[in-house]
């Protein structure tokens, strides 16, 4: 009697325990078609590490950091980590908010223009006319090969700024284009670097500090607009609020380090052709403190776009200082006594941004640490290098690959990092088969569909491809 008892009781416990079991599990589940949650320990700037969200298949929709949305799975023609040095990149994941975010009082962050600067130095063309003026043929440096990088930057910015609609200024010696780039493109306008010129200064030039003093004269630039070089890419969700202040201010990036250098370092700097930049550097903030009689607190700039505002960069090169700029331009190459627009900007920025009816917010450099990434990709570079690696996982929401190598192994690794990360063609491009298609996961692509543009518009002027023939001829 006592056994049976002792049985009932136990049989009893079970049943309780799995019927609280059962609970938990209801109450865990959410109903059918709702987003599946993701419990994740994000590192800071809110990517994910691929073990952490392993169980959510591409293509689902999920609920991250309180956000719904999208992990973007990768087009058909593309395996991950199928590159030859195995890379294997975090999951691109993207907010429902993301698409609407130039929204309300953001609105007008929609239309900003973005400029990029770009060479191809491959071209055969392009070398014999910079060998003519006393360059090198055999040049280095991301701006004077192409590497592919422009092209995965189009990608980064179509896919992590859906929101954006604006037109791309692209800004090149003699038209250049990429040829994978679509000609007929309504959003993308091909920039010769010498007509923005004008008479000014000497051409051809091969300096790019002669050239973005000019950006001011681009057709319907408008008040404001963003530099980006080809070598800055977009790894995670990019909002208006990361680059703009909601009146349209600028935001500026610093590095921690403010510049120290006098006037003795410029002038033993100058004489290595390897430290013209921080002599230029040196050489800026010095016009700066000349010109408001005390020093200003500039910092080293980040390696990450330039929100500029034109009235600012019109005002440095006709009134404030007109005599520097002028001889910056007349450097054919880069030179230990340019005005570097960036540094001259961001101190007129600081000092007197009211004056051009904008405002201005420095970025500290530990707010934007979790925010960005910068790596020199050198010959020696492994791909187990540390920022390599934190690149692909952490996937910085803006950050910049500075090429610096001459070998196939290291170019191999820039390859693989950035197709890795953006494998998804983009609409700029001209082979559309592959279109990584958003609007199947409720993301729309920020493309409009006017007329095409005839024949004559999209083809090369004549007095362009003449002015390269007879730089040669010349």
Do not use: C
């Not at 403190?289 to 009235?311: C, G, M, N, R």
């Not at 904008?358 to 979790?370: G, I, S």
């Not at 791909?383 to 500075?402: E, H």
């Amino acid at each position: 009697m006592r056994l049976a008892r002792l049985l009932g009781l136990l049989l009893m416990g079970v049943f309780v325990v799995v019927l609280f079991t059962q609970m938990i599990v209801l109450v865990n589940t959410p109903p059918p078609g709702t987003d599946a949650p993701v419990k994740t320990n994000p590192p800071a700037g809110g990517t994910h590490e691929p073990a952490n969200d392993a169980h959510v298949p591409d293509g689902q929709r999920a609920t991250v950091d309180g956000k719904p949305g999208i992990y973007l799975s990768n087009p058909s023609y593309y395996k991950a980590g199928s590159n030859s040095n195995g890379f294997q990149a975090s999951r691109a994941f993207i907010p429902d908010d993301l698409v609407t975010a130039a929204s309300g009082d953001w609105a007008w962050a929609a239309n900003v223009p973005i400029v990029y600067t770009w060479v191809n130095g491959s071209d055969p063309e392009y070398q014999e006319i910079r060998a003519k003026y006393g360059g090198t043929r055999s040049v280095g440096g991301s701006r004077d090969r192409d590497s592919g990088e422009l092209r995965h930057s189009f990608r980064s910015l179509e896919i992590f700024a859906p929101w954006w609609k604006g037109q791309i200024f692209l800004v090149s010696p003699f038209a250049q284009s990429p040829p994978w780039l679509d000609p007929q493109h309504p959003r993308v306008t091909i920039i010769d670097q010498h007509s923005i010129m004008r008479d000014d200064g000497e051409q051809p030039t091969f300096n790019t500090n002669a050239i973005e003093q000019f950006f001011y004269r681009i057709p319907n630039i408008g008040p404001v607009f963003v530099h980006v070089n080809d070598d800055y890419f977009f790894g995670s969700p990019l909002y208006p609020w990361d680059l703009f202040l909601k009146d349209g201010g600028s935001k500026l990036f610093f590095e921690r380090s403010p510049i120290r250098g006098t006037i003795e370092n410029q002038r033993s700097y100058k004489k290595s052709r390897t430290k013209l930049w921080v002599a230029s550097v040196y050489h800026t903030k010095w016009l700066m403190d000349e010109y408001y009689k005390k020093s200003v607190p500039l910092h080293f700039v980040k390696h990450s776009p330039f929100v500029y505002q034109t009235a600012v960069l019109k005002h440095l090169r006709e009134n404030m200082l007109p005599e520097q700029y002028i001889q910056s331009s007349k450097h054919r190459f880069r030179h230990w006594d340019d005005v570097l627009t960036p540094f001259a900007h961001h101190a007129v920025m600081m000092e007197e941004a009211s004056l051009f009816n904008t405002t201005a917010q420095v970025m500290t450099f530990e707010e934007l640490v979790p925010q960005m990434a910068f790596l020199v990709l050198r010959d020696t570079t492994k791909p187990n290098d540390p920022t390599l690696l934190d690149i692909l996982n952490r996937r910085p929401r803006m950050f910049a690959i500075n090429d610096s190598f001459n070998t196939a192994a290291a170019g191999q690794i820039l390859h693989d990092v950035i197709s890795e990360m953006f494998p998804w063609v983009s609409s700029f491009e001209i082979d559309k088969r592959s279109l990584f298609r958003p609007v199947r996961y409720g993301i729309p692509l920020p493309v409009p569909t006017p007329e095409a543009p005839s024949a004559s518009e999209t083809a090369p002027a004549p007095e362009t491809v003449s002015q390269s023939a007879s730089l040669l001829a010349a």
